[in-house]
């Protein structure tokens, strides 16, 4: 049976399939899952935590009428947060990477939202750069909501609270391996705790990407120089307190070219047409399945849609630009 019709496009958040993804399966002993975020109203699993942490602050009474909601994304956080202003009646002013895709910073501005872009070459600790900017930005906007995803806990708690239920019952609780990117490490965090407290033995692995410092950190307590790279949506270029790093038991490393030929493969094989994290997050999970050489069930993300990368990794020049092809 249909479900009723929702009463508004925030209630449509959420609930997203889980497939199987068959041709890639094929490839090793385990079957390999993957939980369709990209059908998210905004075309991403950001939507969650947009809705979540706005309502969260509504009913604290940390956000008031008309207020400015001020927050730095790589772009689907911030396409999450204009489609929760229209919605409820706030303004939005997002902080933007100048690399990010045109089409996800064309998205944003045609929800209404202010689009603040930044020089995406300045260093980490420059007071301009992109993750040192928006405290600036919020206090500076009258009536500014500033929800913080990189620090908020309210992230993984979103998470906590929708995703990983979603997959345990989907799943049937029989799931082995949680495998996906680790940006601000809501996802991976907060659904793989809940994951975890159901059953211990399922082993949680987050994908990040060569010139993040997560990877390095986690395996040996050092910090690195980060380097740039161009999948959007993964890593960091500082320790964050989302990323809770401790309740992970493997991080894997994975690099752009690797990520965004997997994106390509995995619209070829399964028909699906998503973002550099999914390719990445399939590769990672094939990685994982060659490692253990064993049936087991792998469950990850598709964070988010390929069509707001027709510019960049579905197009053969920007790729030959960038060394890959």
Same mark, same amino acid.
């Given at each position: ?218 395996? @040996? ?6 380097? &740039? $790279? !161009?999948?959007?949506?993964?890593? *960091?270029?500082? %320790? ?59 469950? @990850? ?6 069509? &707001? $990368? !027709?510019?960049?990794?579905?197009? *053969?020049?920007? %790729? ?6």
């Amino acid at each position: 049976m249909l479900p009723k019709p929702y009463e508004n496009v925030l209630a449509a958040i959420g609930n997203t399939p889980m497939v199987k993804l068959m041709h890639v399966s094929a490839l090793v002993k385990a079957d390999i899952y993957a939980k369709l975020e990209f059908l998210n109203p905004g075309g991403s699993v950001k939507d969650r935590i947009a809705k979540y942490m706005v309502e969260k602050a509504e009913r604290l009474g940390a956000i008031t009428p008309g207020a400015t909601i001020v927050e730095n994304s790589s772009g689907n956080t911030a396409i999450g947060l204009a489609m929760v202003a229209r919605q409820k009646g706030y303004k939005a002013k997002i902080i933007m990477r100048d690399s990010t895709s045109r089409e996800k910073i064309e998205i944003v501005r045609t929800m209404g939202a202010e689009v603040v872009l930044v020089d995406a070459t300045l260093p980490p600790e420059n007071p301009r750069s992109y993750n040192n900017i928006a405290p600036a930005v919020a206090r500076e906007t009258a009536g500014a909501f500033f929800p913080d995803q990189h620090n908020n806990l309210d992230n993984n708690e979103t998470h906590y609270m929708t995703t990983g239920p979603e997959i345990w019952q989907q799943m049937d609780g029989r799931i082995d391996y949680f495998i996906t990117g680790i940006g601000t490490g809501g996802t991976v965090c907060g659904a793989g705790r809940y994951l975890k407290e159901q059953d211990p033995r399922i082993q949680v692995i987050a994908i990040d990407p060569l010139g993040s410092i997560f990877h390095d950190y986690y395996k @040996t307590g050092q910090r690195v120089t980060p380097k &740039r $790279y !161009l999948i959007e949506g993964l890593g *960091d270029e500082f %320790l964050i307190k989302c990323a809770q790093l401790d309740m992970l038991d493997d991080i894997i490393q994975v690099t752009d070219k690797i990520a965004f030929t997997w994106t390509r493969k995995l619209a070829r094989m399964e028909g699906l047409i998503t973002g550099g994290s999914s390719g990445a997050n399939v590769w990672g999970a094939l990685q994982l399945a060659q490692r253990i050489d064993r049936p087991a069930r792998i469950v @990850t993300l598709l964070p988010d849609s390929g069509y &707001r $990368y !027709l510019s960049t990794i579905y197009n *053969d020049i920007w %790729l030959k630009q960038k060394g890959f092809i």
